[in-house]
């Protein structure tokens, strides 16, 4: 690692492959596919091509909880990205999401199939699809919206910066972690003081901005994102924070929706793919058994 | 400067003050207001608190269409907030918006003003009062909301990640500039790919996502983000971006919203408040260089 102090940037940037912490086998400067690949389809209205990151768990959340409130259009086949091993780079992945990234959603409900792709715009898209967790109110949507863009514009400064630079970069640069640690104390504290008026982000009744939320800082509020950061970033201090995210937690709908294109973890939380509401009984976590 | 090979953080991150380069004197780890200061109130129904950064420039640009189009209700009030002197933890402005950046907005056309913070959230929020440059066909106004969304997760990799290191951090760290020009350089070519099939993000017509992108991914298409920064990045590669941003920068409305609330650049270009359209005449121009 060259020393911080004395390194200069040439005049035009080249890409050295060896050069890239614990994704280097995953980031690219370049777009597009790298293979031929397409994407199944299952029988279902939505079609969902997901991985349980933060991201992937805001849509299947969503997913449950409209299935919950008995839309049955909501109805989806969730199939498994393994991102590390490259299934974003397939030709028919990229055909869904051109920016590669979990998750990406097809609807084929309609006469032509729709895509679309980057979390917040199929939380949106859904929530506008089936009138729900989306107030239609003037003042109170537009307190949504603020809310959702405020997560869209935050978490890369908490998955790409903090976690980075703290977890998964191959040595520990100290000025990069502390500016993504003030940061996304900073943003605990923000979500702290607005759940301290409200009971959820956008305000009496729980929406999509808190199903994009909860994911991202709900977990780190526990410590599950990266290893000793809870004790770092002192994550008890936001009380209210504690508060919001023990209450989502404990919705049947999100306990759900958290263990769809789930890889990790203990085993009866992992449901790889989701093609039936009964997927999610014990009987399949024990045909998963046998099978890994 | 640690050497960066050696350094082992603590167990509970603390706040040096001394160690946040540039914009140290902005950044914190907590939210909340730092002194009680109302905001102003002008006479139209829309009162903007923003500044000419690219995300201040997303809701000009947006207005300023609007007013083309002839949406007399988008008459608006655009007050400089410069954060550089810290106006954005002033307590009135914390109350439209609890994050401390710009841009927000107040709606005042209605029995309650509505607030909104977020520059996406504006944009979609105006699209849909307004009726304007957001499809309502659902594949249409999907492809739209993916694009809007992209830009939300993408610019922090752009602004707080490779613009920090690359121009702004007090020392050039290797690790972080390789990481987030990489980054960069893979969006600039998710955008040349999509701009290649498509004559604009969303498909045939303008709309938000543009008005979105367009003063990130235009600004550093053209070198004018970062010093030196085009040839470092090669931008004149992506033709279909070059053709794109030149397309956009040639609108009169554009033109017009970027010089709202700009205090830097050649003083022709700076119109530090906006409170009528004939603010943009020469004669403005005359004043404030008078003023000045």
Redesign the interface.
């Known amino acids: 690692?060259?020393?911080?102090?004395s390194?200069?940037?040439?005049?035009?940037?080249t890409?050295?492959k060896s050069?890239?912490?614990r994704f280097a086998n995953i980031?690219?400067?370049?777009?597009?596919p790298t293979h031929d690949k397409d994407l199944p389809v299952g029988r279902h209205p939505l079609q969902l091509y997901s991985l349980a990151t933060p991201n992937g768990v805001k849509v299947t959340v969503l997913l449950e909880e409209l299935l919950a409130l008995g839309h049955a259009g909501a109805e989806y086949d969730a199939w498994l990205i393994r991102i590390n091993e490259g299934d974003q780079f397939g030709s028919g992945f990229v055909a869904v999401?051109?920016?590669s990234k979990i998750p990406a959603l097809m609807?084929r409900s309609?006469p032509?199939p729709?895509?679309?792709?980057?979390?917040?715009?199929i939380l949106?898209?859904l929530a506008e699809?089936f009138g729900a967790f989306l107030p239609a109110d003037?003042?109170k949507?537009?307190?949504v919206?603020?809310w959702?863009?405020?997560q869209?514009?935050?978490?890369?400064?908490l998955g790409?910066?903090f976690g980075?630079?703290?977890a998964y970069?191959?040595?520990?640069?100290?000025?990069?972690?502390?500016?993504f640690?003030?940061?996304v104390?900073?943003q605990l504290?923000?979500l702290?003081?607005?759940l301290a008026e409200s009971p959820y982000l956008g305000g009496a009744e729980y929406s999509i901005a808190d199903m994009a939320v909860w994911p991202w800082y709900g977990a780190l509020a526990k410590g599950l994102l990266y290893e000793?950061s809870g004790?770092?970033?002192?994550v008890d201090e936001y009380k209210h924070v504690q508060r919001w995210t023990d209450a989502i937690a404990e919705r049947p709908a999100v306990q759900r929706g958290r263990m769809v294109n789930r890889v990790m973890g203990e085993l009866s939380s992992q449901l790889h793919e989701r093609h039936e509401a009964s997927d999610f009984e014990t009987k399949t976590q024990d045909k998963l058994q046998a099978a890994d």
Chains 1, 2 share one sequence.
Not at 1 to 5: G, I, K, Q, S
Not at 27 to 32: E, L, T, V
């Open positions: 690692m060259t020393d911080t102090a390194y200069t940037p040439p005049k035009v940037w890409w050295n050069n890239g912490g980031n690219r400067p370049i777009a597009g999401n051109p920016n609807d309609g032509e729709v895509r679309v792709f980057e979390s917040g715009a949106l898209y699809k003037p003042a949507r537009a307190e919206f603020s959702l863009f405020w869209m514009g935050s978490a890369p400064y790409g910066g980075h630079f703290y970069a191959p040595s520990k640069i100290e000025y990069a972690i502390d500016r640690t003030m940061e104390k900073r504290d923000v702290d003081r607005r000793d004790t770092f970033l002192q």
